[in-house]
């Protein structure tokens, strides 16, 4: 761990001429304040009595202790002293006193001025040193405050050198970081350090060993109190950096923990799905293969009906596994035209025509709707995967519609696929677009728990929102399409125009 170091700048000779300066005008100001007094107690020193000049004295005691300190306060307390002996106890102009009482009042009046003078000093020593303390917890207070809510390191470095660099003033700051890719190097303000030896180098230590350290550059002497708050700025630098790398490691556990729970979750879903289809065609196979169906018989046209059927099942697994991941990383690109939403209902409707043969399909989508700016394919995929869905848990023999018409303020077109099936339960409702999230019936309906996923990263790629809502006597997705591409409005088809 770094060591703790501190060295006095090499110019600090500059700095003796105004302390000395200091510790000189301190007491020459007392005594100048103690003549003044003095001239104007001689202009009236025939008017009032002793005791009340001896009091009057301790004004400049008083003033001198509150303004420059204990220095200046003893200083007043001894030139009052004398100048009350001198100009005013008898004989005057003498440090002579004849009379014991005269003595008494003397020694008196030294003892209180001291007395006076000591208390004054230290109530005005606590005085500083409060506010001092004040000053520290305030600035810590609002450096504690700015670097609660960061959470990248970098950003707490420059943060820690900046609040460093504001509370100090005239120094240079450089905050290293010890990163794993190697240090970062944060100086304030910008630039090259100075070529002199650092006045302090801080580490920034943590339970989990040395984070880094802090460089200090200054052109002036630092009190032990500035050390002392750089200490504990530097400290919270540290908590803070250390709370950033604890973040970071539990964030990396969670992307890990989920990235296996979706790893075992696919794994287990995929491998159902593809289990199952290719036992069925590797059956149909055989059977035609070996002879043990007759290539001209019905049962074999059932067969190849079978094949073609799971193969397309295992196209779509396929194809809903190619669209997350572009979804995943952000590739999926759209080939965006201007199309009609009836042709692209009708081409989904009739491609499910087969699985849907135990079920009723309705549509109502009107050609006279405005043409919609979306990627063909992707938006036949939509509408397979909604049906589909629908299909499978919609009781034999009811009604799965697809219907379409304007939003209220005519922005967009709301598209709809209800069905009969039961109602899912609303907690489940926000999920349902979810990656493999399954609502009822997950081991005996099959499926990936991918489509809806998929429906809502198209929907949303083209600018438009789906969401899913129970209706009373069945269930019903919906989604919004926007009928604005590029700021542009869907061209007008003359009417007797062909679509192709």
């Known amino acids: 761990m770094t060591s703790l170091n501190f060295r006095l700048p090499a110019d600090l000779r500059a700095y003796r001429p105004a302390i000395s300066t200091r510790l000189v005008s301190h007491p020459i100001f007392a005594a100048m304040l103690v003549g003044v007094v003095s001239g104007v107690l001689l202009l009236v020193r025939d008017l009032v009595t002793t005791p009340i000049i001896a009091l009057l004295y301790l004004l400049p005691v008083l003033l001198s202790t509150t303004l420059w300190g204990l220095s200046g306060g003893i200083t007043a307390s001894i030139l009052s002293f004398l100048s009350f002996d001198y100009f005013f106890i008898p004989p005057h102009y003498a440090l002579i006193v004849h009379k014991p009482q005269d003595v008494i009042v003397l020694l008196v009046f030294l003892i209180v001025a001291s007395v006076i003078s000591q208390l004054v000093g230290q109530v005005k020593s606590s005085l500083a040193s409060i506010q001092a303390r004040e000053a520290e917890v305030i600035h810590l207070y609002d450096l504690s405050q700015s670097l609660s809510g960061l959470w990248d390191r970098s950003r707490i470095a420059r943060m820690?050198?900046?609040?460093?660099?504001?509370?100090?003033?005239?120094?240079?700051?450089?905050v290293r970081?010890?990163?794993?890719?190697?240090?970062?190097?944060?100086?304030?303000?910008?630039?090259?350090?100075?070529?002199?030896?650092?006045?302090t180098i801080l580490p920034l230590a943590s339970t989990r060993g040395a984070l880094g350290e802090v460089r200090v550059w200054s052109m002036r002497e630092m009190s032990d109190a500035e050390i002392r708050l750089l200490r504990a700025m530097v400290a919270q630098g540290a908590w803070a950096l250390e709370r950033a790398a604890l973040i970071e490691s539990e964030t990396r556990v969670t992307?890990?923990?989920e990235s296996d729970r979706l790893?075992?979750?696919?794994?287990?879903?995929v491998s159902h799905e593809l289990?199952?289809?290719?036992?069925?065609?590797r059956a149909?196979?055989?059977?035609?293969?070996?002879?043990?169906?007759?290539?001209?018989?019905p049962a074999a046209d059932d067969l190849l009906d079978a094949l073609e059927e799971e193969s397309d099942r295992l196209n779509r697994v396929v194809a809903d596994l190619l669209n997350m991941s572009r979804l995943e990383a952000g590739a999926l690109t759209l080939l965006r035209q201007w199309n009609v939403l009836a042709e692209i209902a009708d081409t989904s409707i009739a491609g499910m025509r087969r699985a849907a043969q135990d079920h009723k399909l309705e549509v109502d989508v009107s050609e006279d709707l405005p043409l919609v700016p979306v990627d063909h394919v992707l938006m036949q995929q939509v509408f397979n995967n909604l049906i589909s869905?629908?299909?499978?848990?919609?009781?034999t023999g009811t009604a799965v519609k697809v219907s379409a018409k304007l939003t209220k303020d005519g922005s967009a077109v709301l598209l709809e696929v209800s069905n009969e099936g039961p109602h899912v339960p609303a907690e489940h409702l926000e999920h349902i677009f979810d990656k493999f999230h399954r609502v009822t019936d997950a081991e005996r309906i099959?499926?990936?728990?991918?489509?809806l996923s998929i429906c809502r990263g198209i929907i949303e790629a083209h600018g438009g929102r789906i969401w899913a809502e129970n209706q009373p006597g069945g269930f019903a997705f919906k989604f919004t399409l926007p009928l604005r591409w590029e700021g542009s409005a869907a061209p007008k088809l003359p009417i007797d125009s062909e679509i192709i």
Request: no cysteine; charged share 20%.
């Open 446 to 451: 099959p499926g990936t728990g991918l489509g």
């Open 255 to 257: 992307i890990l923990e």
């Open 177 to 199: 970081l010890y990163m794993p890719s190697g240090a970062i190097v944060i100086r304030e303000p910008d630039g090259n350090p100075s070529d002199d030896m650092p006045l």
């Open 263 to 269: 790893k075992s979750a696919l794994l287990s879903s």
């Open 284 to 297: 149909a196979a055989e059977s035609l293969h070996n002879g043990a169906v007759n290539r001209n018989s």
């Open 160 to 174: 820690l050198a900046g609040k460093i660099s504001e509370v100090f003033g005239r120094v240079q700051i450089e």
């Open 389 to 395: 869905n629908s299909l499978k848990y919609a009781p």
């Open 275 to 281: 289990r199952t289809p290719l036992v069925t065609i």
